[in-house]
């Protein structure tokens, strides 16, 4: 009687965080300001595809439980007018859409630090105010984060 072969297949085994219930708030932060997904690796290489497919699930578990800020819609929108000035820059070739572009792209850099980065420790510290204990800011998640933000706003 002849045995089947078994094949020996590596299969790629790693971890990434999954969701906004067990992605740290800090990652996520970092992940905006620099679109570097490898910061969702726990442990392993996924691939790119595996990588933004991960993301995407999250980002869409995000908007459907947290929603938009008014900022981040601000932001976007100020994105959008960017987009349109550099079409026009296109295809008029008017030196002023440039300059336009300029301004528009400093003051998208200057808010993105500013809401990501600095919103972020500020948050913390009245969270930790508000409520009467310390919170670890390496480890607070997404959603963990913006319960408390709710929770604050609500009084």
């Not at 301004?103 to 510290?125: A, G, H, P, Q």
């Amino acid at each position: 009687m002849r045995w089947p072969r078994l094949l020996s297949r590596k299969h790629s085994q790693h971890r990434t965080y999954t969701g906004i219930d067990n992605l740290p708030q800090i990652i996520w932060d970092k992940i905006h300001k620099t679109a570097d997904l490898t910061l969702l690796i726990k442990e392993g290489k996924p691939s790119d595809e595996e990588l933004q497919d991960v993301w995407t699930k999250i980002y869409d578990e995000f908007i459907k439980e947290i929603g938009l800020s008014s900022e981040f819609i601000a932001l976007l929108k100020k994105k959008e007018k960017l987009h349109s000035l550099r079409c026009k820059y296109i295809i008029s070739r008017k030196r002023v859409f440039l300059t336009q572009i300029e301004i528009l792209e400093d003051s998208i850099k200057r808010t993105e630090e500013r809401e990501f980065v600095d919103r972020f420790r500020e948050n913390v510290v009245e969270i930790e105010r508000f409520m009467k204990r310390g919170i670890n800011a390496q480890e607070i998640t997404v959603a963990q984060y913006h319960s408390y933000l709710k929770r604050m706003s609500n009084g």
